[in-house]
């Protein structure tokens, strides 16, 4: 049965609604934060596998959407990074890039040693590193995607969903205890001067960090908005993937989607510096969001859970010694070179959830510390700026340099 544009589109709204009827009746999924997309994608990709196992029915879907939703939820991300917000966060933003920075690069060093010792395809080890830890489904799809058509890993999306799934799950279980472990250990509180960064005024929308503190502190989103919005990432998308194109063979040969993000950033700060247009940051995360879940619907129930099975093993492997990582390296770095307080504590939380899973765990991680323990209003300008943007760049920026070694070019086509 082969599902054409329209009836794909439908299959991937069903499996929203599904996921979000689901999760609204089992509290452990409502508890750990597990999106809607993933719930749904997996429980219909094995309803998938049981008609074809059972009856030999298979459903084909027009996948021709899938690249466009990936695309425009990576410039959304581009249209989000507000240079401006750099000084906020200043010498402390720096610090924590540098250890987001070498975790990723461990993740990966990690994930590739173990696949070489278990002798599987190296490429297993790093989708089982940065590319799905660090990077989540969103990237975990396009990497995978290309580990496919330019590698010839044929399992490689499949091991890309099941990973980041892993991934998002853990960060978002030891995202908590992590930080109140160091918070009881080291006896640490809020300082009482940061309350003051929650009087915030009705109309006061400058500082836009505040929607994670203060979500019912919104301005309204309007269909005039939202063209404006949907108008910067449609102009991103049209240059990003003509620049891919042009970069195509050449020493700045990037995926697609980091031109798109590449080019969300140069068009929002430079749109801002020159005054023309301030941009809606929740809008465009909307839209962003709306995109990516659409796009992890149609990418999880597709999934070929049979190919996974050999693959089980190593993978698990992988994943579970990268979570003992992610967990040593927020208590005894992340924590330590934060400044060892109640702010990096907090940090420490958020970095678990994007260190292993996606920016909303991370958010989730820390709103359940500071609603619990009190406020700490860096940690929420810090963690979104580099869990949300920067260590994209950087993430991207190291598969590269890895898929440069000698083991990767041996089975490149």
Known sequence: ME?????????????????????????????????????????????????????????????????PLMLAFFTSIG????????????????????????????????????????????????????????????????????????YGFTQAKDVAMACATFGLVMGGIIGGPVARYLIKKNNLKPEIKENKDYEVKETDY???????????????????????????????????TQLYTFAKGTLFELPNFVWCLFLGVIIRNGIQALKIHKVFDREVSVIGNVSLSLFLALALMTINLIDLVSLAVPILVILSVQVVLMALFAIFVTFRFMGRDYDAAVLSAGHCGFGLGAMPTCIVNMQTITQHYGPSHMAFIIAPLVGAFFVDLVNAIAIKLFLMLPMFNVIAF
């Open 206 to 240: 400058k500082d836009e960090s505040l929607i994670f503190e203060m979500p019912k502190k919104e301005k309204l989103i309007t269909a005039e908005s939202f063209v404006e919005s949907l108008a910067l990432i449609a102009i991103s998308l049209l240059i990003g």
């Open 79 to 150: 249209l989000s990074a507000d240079f401006s917000s750099l000084k906020k966060g200043g010498k402390i933003l720096v610090i924590f890039l540098i250890l987001v920075s070498i975790d990723l690069f461990l993740q990966n060093i990690i994930g590739i040693s173990i696949a070489t010792i278990l002798g599987v395809n190296p490429l297993l080890g790093l989708l089982g590193g940065s590319v799905t830890m660090v990077g989540g489904h969103g990237t975990g799809a396009a990497w995978g995607d290309i580990f496919f058509k330019q």
């Open 3 to 67: 599902l054409n544009f329209y009836a794909t589109l439908v299959s991937c709204v069903a499996v929203l609604l599904f996921g979000r009827f689901i999760i609204k009746r089992v509290d452990v999924l409502y508890r750990f934060s597990i999106p809607v997309p993933v719930v749904g994608g997996i429980i219909v990709a094995i309803i998938l596998l049981i008609l074809k196992a059972k009856f030999d029915i298979s459903i084909k879907f027009d996948e021709s959407i899938k690249e």
